[in-house]
């Protein structure tokens, strides 16, 4: 997948050289000038990255060996390209989301972290983890497990604890939390599956398990485990019906009104939020 999403990124490329000029020499430097996808998206994350302490060279560095020492890494970032051109509407192509979306950013620099923390570099992963929060407005732990196919829509306030686990396919909208409960020690942090879709401001705390294809409702605090292909509502959330797809991270239908034919659970819907 990740050789045709690369020569699609350089045909829209080439097409916003030849309409926008003024966007000639970024759209040459990100991509135009580079020989395949691993390139390009190291020298854009790591621009975005670098400080006075640590050059962009040095992180493209970091970049280019995690692509060598970590299994699948440059097909995960197919999958993330691919998700949020198909998920979000406001994408509308894949220049997009390489050039411009922090939230698909955001999880690059996560996996560069992810890298160098099995590698026992952890306090090179803590430095990247600091940095992701600083540029990107998103904090996930370097020991975070992050499968692919993974959109966080805005990403702003995402904030995911050490002991989290996102599988595939998921997407996380703006000021979510996958946290704990207080300060306990060991596995303490939320287990994500796949085809999850979670609303923005929602908080799921504790070492609990969200179900494949499970809905959470914007602003809800999850503190139970939530069952597969349900929808859970509320302070604190409960349920209230079953999405209408099978895997709402695709279908990003917010609409918890529309879960199913019950009557019933339109008042409750309307009752929690």
Known sequence: MRHEIWQQLRAE?????????????????????????????????????????????????????????????????????????????????????????????????????????????????????????????VDIHPACKVGHGIMFDHATGIVIGETALIEDNVSILQSVTLGGTGNEQGDRHPKIRAGVLIGAGAKVLGNIEVGEGARIGAGSVVLNPVAPHTTVVGVPAKTVGKPCS??????????????SDDPKNESQTSAMI
């Open 246 to 259: 099978p895997c709402p991270a695709e279908s990003m239908n917010q609409n918890f009104l529309e879960d």
């Open 13 to 137: 490329a080439k097409e916003l050289v030849s309409h926008e000029p003024l966007l000639a020499s970024h759209v040459y430097s990100s991509i135009l000038n580079h020989e395949c996808l691993g390139a390009a998206l190291s020298f854009i994350v790591a621009n975005k990255l670098a400080d006075a302490v640590v050059s962009a060279f040095t992180i493209r560095e970091l970049f280019d060996q995690a692509f060598v020492d970590c299994d699948n890494m440059l097909t995960h970032v197919a999958h993330d390209i691919k998700a949020v051109k198909d998920r979000d509407p406001a994408a509308d192509s894949y220049l997009t989301v390489m050039l411009n979306l922090k939230g698909f950013h955001s999880i690059q620099a996560h996996r560069l972290a992810h890298c160098l923390w099995r590698q026992n570099r952890k306090e090179l992963a803590r430095f990247i983890q600091s940095r992701t929060s600083e540029v990107f407005g």
